[in-house]
């Protein structure tokens, strides 16, 4: 079946720097991708979606300077968090539209980002 | 206000018991769909099972199936035979159609412990 891959899968970083997650459809053309998070024990909360080749759409609260995303290919999307803080630590899982027969959205593996 | 509700933050089934998930869903969306996922521990994302807006029949698949009720507007999760492996988190989501662009959107999740 379809797969999503994310890179990478978990990374400490210092306060203050940069961190960019990668988001990949490995057998097919995603329009559309959209980014999560996820703090312990808390549902997944969309932060934005991400259409190729156009400026991703944030959801209300989600700091778009912040998080800055790239969805420049049908098979790649980027989120970068900039400036990161400890309180930016979270799960971060993006998931990719396969507009298709099924429409389906496929998930990936997730991206577990500590910032001491 | 909440789209997708789930109101049972923790469940506990006898190992080969069925338990039942509760989900309720808002939507003004006439065509959306209903998911259920699966979380372990390891984060992944697993999807379970998927029920159309239009479809006139319950979907199943393998031990899971979905009691919808449309005009109640809830999508209960059953699990037949519950075993030791389905232990995790459980979440109900839903995504709307183009006037929703096409989000998903997920509840609070459901914890399930499968007792020995």
């Known amino acids: 079946g379809a797969v999503v891959s994310q890179h990478p899968s978990r990374v400490i970083c210092k306060s203050g720097t940069s961190v960019k997650i990668e988001c990949r459809s490995l057998d097919f053309q995603a329009t559309t991708m959209f980014w999560y998070r996820q703090f312990p024990k808390q549902s997944l909360m969309l932060m934005a979606t991400?259409?190729?080749?156009?400026?991703?759409?944030?959801e209300q609260g989600v700091e778009k300077d912040k998080f800055l995303i790239n969805h420049a290919s049908l098979t790649l999307s980027t989120l970068t968090v900039t400036s990161a803080h400890p309180e930016d630590s979270s799960f971060y899982i993006c998931?990719?539209?396969?507009?298709?027969?099924?429409?389906?959205?496929?998930f990936g593996p997730g991206t577990r980002l500590t910032v001491l | 206000a909440q789209k997708i509700t789930q109101t049972q933050p923790g469940m506990f089934v006898q190992e080969k018991e069925a338990v039942t998930l509760d989900c309720t869903y808002d939507?003004?969306?006439?065509?959306?769909?209903l998911f259920w996922y699966k979380q372990p521990s390891s984060g992944e994302m697993i999807f379970l099972i998927y029920q159309g807006s239009y479809d006139q029949q319950n979907a199943t698949e393998g031990r899971y199936s979905l009691n919808f009720q449309k005009a109640r507007k809830s999508a209960n999760l059953v699990i037949s035979a519950s075993q030791l492996g389905d232990s995790a988190m459980y979440f109900c989501?839903?995504?709307?159609?183009?006037?929703?662009?096409?989000?998903?959107?997920f509840g609070a999740g459901t914890r399930l412990f499968v007792k020995a």
């Open positions: 991400s259409n190729e080749g156009s400026k991703a759409t944030y």
């Open positions: 998931s990719a539209r396969d507009p298709g027969a099924t429409d389906t959205q496929y």
């Open positions: 989501a839903m995504r709307e159609g183009e006037g929703g662009g096409f989000k998903t959107i």
């Open positions: 939507t003004s969306d006439p065509s959306y769909g």
